[in-house]
């Protein structure tokens, strides 16, 4: 699978995370019979080898449909449950391939942050085939899950704001996003957010404490920094110019 849409650097847990993947395409040069099923040969090699099982997709033409393969007749030879219904010349078509994904949360060893938040596996999925014929995957309920709703927040660096995510298929890791406990639009986060400075709420309905502390957070240095404030919060001193969509009660 290729990545052609991934998450923003910085999202919002309450707002959908999604990955667009699209499956390896090629052109079969011909559709052969073989004792009566249709068999795709190809003259360049998928990687990986699509192996039985597997499905080839083709939107158009004679061959339009789904096409399970059952036998891995070579590295360019493929013959599927379809039968031959004649040659077809160059027909294009897609390899689903569907692998088992899983979803971390938190740090690696090597990663700031870490002892507070060290990696965690969230869920264990298998994708499907969109109606576009591609891979659509949102992974913001898994993550909501893994954070824990009710903490109180903290002074500084709060973890439990704030954490990386990253899918694991391939046998390997695949590239981390941060995910922020919010609801501003993550484009918006991550462009007028992230690392400027600009705190989360706006200041005239900020989170309060019952204590009555006010807390105000920002993403500073790729974490969530929460700053405490005694009584309401007034004045051109703290003045984001923003206002949130989101209740922050």
């Not at 795709?40 to 499905?55: C, I």
């Not at 039968?83 to 160059?90: E, Q, R, V, W």
Request: proline content about 4%; charged content about 20%.
């Amino acid at each position: 699978m290729n990545l052609v849409a991934a998450p923003y650097n910085w999202n919002s847990l309450f707002r959908p995370i999604e990955y667009t993947y699209e499956h390896a395409s090629k052109v079969a040069d011909a559709v052969n019979n073989n004792s009566g099923y249709a068999q795709w040969q190809f003259s360049t090699v998928f990687t990986p080898l699509p192996v039985v099982g597997e499905r080839f997709i083709v939107t158009s033409g004679t061959y339009k449909g789904i096409h399970v393969i059952t036998s891995v007749d070579s590295s360019f030879l493929f013959t599927t449950s379809s039968a031959y219904i004649g040659g077809a010349g160059a027909v294009s078509t897609i390899h689903e391939r569907l692998p088992e994904i899983k979803l971390y949360k938190g740090y690696l060893v090597s990663e700031a942050y870490y002892d507070a938040d060290p990696i965690t596996l969230v869920a264990t999925f298998k994708p499907k085939t969109s109606v576009n014929n591609n891979v659509q995957i949102d992974v913001s309920g898994f993550l909501q899950s893994a954070f824990d709703l009710l903490v109180t927040p903290v002074e500084g660096v709060d973890n439990n704001l704030f954490s990386k995510f990253r899918l694991y298929f391939d046998d390997e890791y695949k590239l981390a996003y941060n995910v922020a406990y919010t609801a501003i639009d993550s484009e918006t986060l991550d462009s007028l957010y992230a690392n400027t400075g600009r705190y989360l709420v706006s200041t005239q309905q900020p989170y309060l404490l019952s204590c009555g502390t006010t807390v105000l957070s920002r993403i500073e240095s790729d974490a969530v920094f929460n700053s405490f404030y005694e009584g309401s919060v007034e004045g051109e001193e703290f003045d984001t110019d923003f206002d949130t969509d989101f209740s922050t009660e």
